[in-house]
């Protein structure tokens, strides 16, 4: 028995990705189908079998999808908002059959778009003791962070670049993300006022560990040292230094003087972030830098981007308890050869002017520059029947080396051809170059299609459609075939053939009728005959 129409020509059509995004980006998750379909409706689905989760329509959900096309019969694209980590995984595009008493059933499914949400851990922080150390004694220090998309988590702890022993690292689930904690404890040296204790954390989503530092001269008491080095020392500061050296073998009850003596710490570590994971070239980028533990509200904040000075909005100072804590904004423009350069958050402050702080920043880190794409062919249409021809995606001067490329025919059910990975070119931007080879052996029209999905974002297309009709030469025996399939798949010559069928038709109806016209008379005029 042979099969319906739409059973030999439906097709789904649903790119494998995969795709990647960010918490709290919004997903695009695209499908078509074609035209010719029995009764039934298409619907979203993640995962396969008895546990798959409905996606869309959904009435009530977390964050509701939305079709792009909400009136189109073949574009069933959807955009999921607000992705979590939660949301990764393969989501699957189904057009179902109608049954009876409303029963419905599968009846073509797409391949399957796999799904990675990358997510961004937050800054590190180290915990230090509340009271000073004496040197010689030993300190403990905490860090944790948070927001970790598995357990495969590393600390370390080093001073002066050497490693330290620490405990092992405390993780914990915290729905779908991870927590980390860490202990270290470190033996202080006089010397140590000089020194910077550094905590590592990499993971597995990541190429860069996440890093935090702690001037250890925020927590030594090493008075002969640290005080000698001030001059300007006032007689408030006198007055707390003394009691600070009766109290010094005291518990750590003395919390005032311990809080006062957090004005003589020093300040934070200055942290950059920015407010976007990813900026495209030629917009804005905005970055703020933090940090804690001043003394005064006597600070100066300057941006500097490739040793040029960038004006930045004042900085923001809070008080906190006895010290003062910093919050500058600054707007930066990215260009497509920022992926080289570095900003920098330099901080002078009153106790230490000699020696300010600074914080950089790599801004390859935060850029994204969108790729060139463009079509090349070996041939130009029309292109010789049985003659290979080379399609060649060029997909140039894009960054970072998150991109997906692949080649679709309109004649084919999926994607022929695929790239997940660029080369590196000399300006540190990358390129890709996917060919696809192909020919044909009958007269046709094709379209081939590039799409291109770069670091998440809206897929580039470039289309380019072929025409194959015109034969080689060289085949003198295929071209009389082949010349025969052309005449009869030329579009006049069926039309001709179907006026003359429909009027060699028309007139044998017309004799028809006519010899019956006259035999009903006949019949009419003996009747009357026999009558009389």
């Not at 989760?53 to 977390?62: A, E, G, M, N, W």
């Not at 020919?439 to 590039?450: F, I, L, P, Q, V």
């Not at 053939?497 to 006259?518: D, E, M, S």
Request: hydrophobic share 35%; aromatic share 10%; glycine share 4%.
């Amino acid at each position: 028995m042979a099969l319906p129409v739409f059973e030999n020509e439906f097709l789904v059509q649903q790119p494998p990705g995969p795709i990647y995004v960010q918490t709290g980006e919004v997903l695009t998750l695209e499908c078509e189908v074609t035209e010719e379909s029995p009764p039934g409706p298409v619907k979203w689905f993640k995962g396969e079998g008895e546990s798959r989760k409905l996606i869309f329509p959904v009435d009530r959900s977390p964050h509701k999808a939305k079709r792009r096309a909400r009136y189109s019969t073949t574009d069933f694209t959807i955009f999921l908002p607000n992705v979590v980590p939660e949301d990764a995984g393969i989501y699957y595009c189904v057009k179902l059959k109608k049954l009876f008493r409303e029963e419905e059933e599968d009846f073509q499914s797409g391949h399957g778009t796999e799904v990675f949400v990358d997510t961004q851990p937050f800054q590190p922080m180290i915990i230090s003791p509340a009271c000073r150390v004496d040197s010689g004694d030993v300190a403990t220090f905490n860090c944790w962070s948070r927001g970790f998309p598995s357990q495969d988590i590393r600390v370390t702890w080093t001073k002066k670049q050497n490693q330290i022993e620490a405990l092992p690292p405390t993780i914990t689930s915290e729905n779908t993300t991870y927590r980390v904690t860490s202990s270290v404890q470190v033996p202080l040296e006089e010397k140590d006022i000089y020194s910077t204790l550094i905590r590592n954390i990499d993971f597995s989503s990541s190429e860069r560990p996440l890093q935090q530092s702690f001037d250890l001269r925020g927590i030594l008491r090493d008075t002969k040292s640290w005080y000698q080095q001030k001059e300007d020392k006032t007689l408030l500061s006198s007055t707390l230094m003394a009691a600070s050296s009766s109290f010094s073998k005291l518990p750590c009850v003395f919390l005032l003087f311990s809080l006062l003596l957090a004005v003589f710490a020093g300040p934070s570590q200055p942290i950059i972030t920015p407010r976007l994971s990813r900026v495209a070239s030629g917009a804005t980028a905005t970055f703020t830098c933090q940090a804690t533990r001043f003394n005064s509200e006597d600070i100066t904040v300057t941006w500097i981007k490739d040793g040029n000075k960038i004006e930045a909005l004042p900085p923001i100072i809070t008080p906190e308890q006895t010290t003062y804590r910093m919050k500058s904004t600054v707007h930066v423009p990215l260009t497509e050869k920022d992926f080289n350069s570095t900003l920098t958050c330099h901080i002078e402050h009153s106790i230490s002017s000699e020696s300010p702080i600074q914080q950089s920043y790599d801004l390859r880190d935060v850029l994204r520059v969108a790729p060139q794409v463009t079509v090349e062919t070996s041939l130009s249409s029309p292109i010789p029947l049985n003659q290979s021809v080379r399609l060649t995606c060029v997909v140039n001067n894009f960054y970072p080396n998150n991109i997906t490329v692949a080649w679709w025919r309109s004649d084919y059910r999926n994607f022929t051809q695929r790239a997940d990975n660029g080369n590196r070119n000399v300006n540190g931007t990358y390129f890709i170059r996917l060919p696809l080879s192909t020919r044909k052996s009958r007269r046709s029209a094709t379209n081939y299609t590039c799409k291109v999905i770069h670091a998440s974002q809206s897929p580039v297309y470039v289309s380019r459609v072929l025409n194959f009709g015109t034969q080689p030469e060289e085949n003198g025996n295929a071209c009389v075939i082949e010349s025969g399939l052309f005449l009869l798949s030329n579009p006049g010559l069926w039309i001709g053939l179907l006026v003359g069928k429909t009027v060699v038709a028309l007139l044998i109806l017309f004799l028809l009728l006519r010899k019956l016209a006259k035999t009903f008379s006949a019949l009419t005029k003996t009747k009357k005959d026999l009558t009389k």
